[in-house]
């Protein structure tokens, strides 16, 4: 069991750039694969990227494809999403997930959330 915990939100201006880290409690963190969702007000939760537990594969949402990049290191048990060109429709919390490795990449479905970080983006 892990505890995912999202960190390095904040207010940027458009064409901006953005790291936002994950973490986890417990050493097993490497055994999951990471996924990165968003949600904006009013709107639905957005599937954004994921990566296996290796680093070695990915999948990202068609939104974000060529601006946003997810990488990880396992020896710091963190997972990064490098956002660029940010644009208001960016605007959302965005959330850190994990799901064991063992059922496979991409992940059906996530067992273990983070509480969010706030991304806001003005024009």
């Known amino acids: 069991q892990v505890q995912p915990v999202e960190s390095g939100g904040g207010l940027v201006q458009a064409g901006d750039s953005l790291r936002l880290s994950c973490t986890a409690s417990?050493?097993?963190?490497?055994?999951?694969?990471v996924g990165w969702f968003r949600q904006a007000p009013g709107k639905e939760r957005e599937f954004v990227g994921a990566?296996?537990?290796?680093?070695?594969?990915?999948d990202y949402a068609d939104s974000v494809k060529g601006r946003f990049t997810i990488s990880r290191d396992n020896a710091k048990k963190m997972v990064y999403l490098q956002m660029n060109s940010l644009n208001p429709e960016d605007t959302a919390a965005y959330y850190c997930?994990?799901?064991?490795?063992?059922?496979?990449?991409?992940?059906?479905?996530?067992?273990?959330w983070g509480q969010g970080t706030q991304v806001t983006v003005s024009s």
């Open positions: 990566v296996n537990w290796a680093g070695s594969n990915f």
């Open positions: 997930a994990a799901n064991s490795a063992s059922y496979g990449f991409p992940p059906r479905g996530y067992a273990y």
């Open positions: 417990g050493s097993t963190f490497r055994n999951y694969n």
